[in-house]
């Protein structure tokens, strides 16, 4: 068997067979098929697509490139939750906790950031003394903890390796949008990860990488069928991202924000999303509670402050602030109709909260503060954005991502659209 082979078969609009979708992405993780050959490859199953039997093949093919864990002796259900990502996402730092206040164990394995969407990681780490990295037998004895029960930590080197090569070859090469390679990478790391039950949260508009419905719908519902047919109760929501989650688009900004929500505040959006996955996650574990009664009384609070301390973090202390501010101020009045997600990603990026290649550093205070949202009333000359950043010649590279970026109409004809959009099981 050879890559040329099966690169001209699914070029020519070819079935790939079991045998050699396992032979080309072994090869891949081994070297013996170079990173030019699996791009075209990639490029192939981007214009060409893969149908529901090769799409779970290449899945399994990537779990077994690596290791899998186990987590079914924990004395506690356990429950994931992943977005596919988008602007000012800080869900799973509220979620993460709350859900493990309810009873179940949440191991979240995490990213960091990339062009305009942020990594969880990236956010956690503006905290002092946060780790992203543990080992396996630490994450079980914090998940066995009825005191914390949730981890957020970066995924070990031997979890899905050929998907880690996979995905810096798709992100260099203009094939990070085929549904297949998504659904793949996604769920590899997922199932491999170990967990009994999955919440997906598939974004779509101009903040997240799927911009319309049918195509967010498409991608759900091949995530939801891989993940049951490895033996994972999965379900996912499709959400709306044409407009940021919350107030804030960054790293300290939105853990900031988090804490408020976890504190009985925070911004509605961001609380109506952490209930709905919460709600999920509840009920794909068996548990019979209700998440907003745990948010409420500040059980979820608690197990906040153990998580964070459990991987060397200091809950108390300051979050990093950036060197520098900008304000930006409407220049008419009326009703903010529309806020648009990918301009605040982009102006926070610039800012320098996220990063154009892996490896890159991101500044821990750099961000974008939001001080009105869709349907919120505007005067001129009212602070619309807070720029925060430590290098202010970034500021005019963000200024330009936001020309545009707002809407402000005397008599609007439609009011902000629902947060959640449909529900895949």
Not at 60 to 82: C, E, Q, W, Y
Not at 92 to 111: E, F, H, I, M, N
Not at 148 to 166: E, T
Request: overall charge negative; charged content about 25%; hydrophobic content about 45%.
């Amino acid at each position: 068997m050879d890559a040329v082979s099966i690169i001209r078969a699914k070029r020519d609009g070819g079935e790939l067979s079991d045998e050699q979708i396992d032979w080309v992405v072994d090869a891949f993780t081994r070297g013996i098929v170079a990173d030019e050959q699996m791009s075209a490859l990639a490029m192939a199953i981007l214009l060409r697509g893969m149908n529901r039997r090769e799409i779970a093949r290449w899945t399994a093919a990537m779990i077994g490139s690596g290791s899998r864990m186990n987590f079914t002796d924990l004395p506690r259900p356990t429950v994931d939750k992943h977005s596919t990502g988008g602007v000012g996402d800080k869900i799973t730092l509220p979620l993460a906790p709350l859900v493990a206040a309810c009873g179940a164990a949440v191991p979240q394995l995490s990213g960091r950031g990339l062009g305009h969407t942020g990594g969880t990681l990236d956010k956690l780490e503006s905290i002092p003394g946060w780790q992203a990295d543990i080992t396996v037998p630490r994450m079980r004895e914090i998940l066995a903890d009825p005191e914390i029960g949730a981890v957020i930590c970066a995924a070990g080197a031997d979890l899905a390796p050929a998907d880690k090569r996979l995905y810096a070859l798709r992100d260099v090469t203009g094939t990070v949008e085929s549904i297949p390679l998504i659904a793949s990478s996604i769920m590899s790391k997922k199932i491999a990860e170990g967990t009994a039950a999955l919440v997906l949260d598939v974004k779509v508009g101009t903040g997240a990488f799927l911009k319309t419905l049918d195509e967010a719908r498409e991608l759900a519902a091949v995530m939801v069928e891989l993940g049951r047919d490895a033996g994972v109760k999965t379900v996912a929501l499709l959400t709306a991202m044409d407009t940021p989650l919350g107030r804030t688009a960054g790293n300290a900004l939105e853990v900031a924000e988090s804490v408020e929500v976890l504190a009985g505040g925070g911004p509605a959006d961001v609380v109506e999303l952490t209930l709905a996955l919460a709600r999920e996650m509840v009920a794909q574990a068996g548990l019979h509670v209700d998440p907003a009664e745990v948010l409420a009384d500040g059980r979820a609070m608690d197990h906040w402050r153990t998580m964070i301390q459990a991987q060397g973090g200091d809950p108390d202390a300051p979050l990093p602030t950036a060197r520098h501010t900008e304000t930006v101020r409407a220049e008419s009045a009326g009703v903010l109709t529309r806020l648009d997600a990918m301009g605040v990603g982009l102006a926070a990026w610039r800012l320098g909260a996220g990063r154009a290649r892996q490896g890159e550093q991101v500044q821990a205070g750099a961000g974008v503060e939001m001080h009105a949202k869709p349907g919120d009333s505007v005067v001129i000359g009212q602070p619309l954005f807070t720029l925060h950043t430590d290098t202010p010649d970034a500021f005019a590279g963000a200024l330009d991502a936001l020309d545009g970026a707002v809407g402000i109409e005397l008599t609007p004809e439609s009011k902000p659209g629902e947060l959640v959009l449909g529900r895949i099981d």
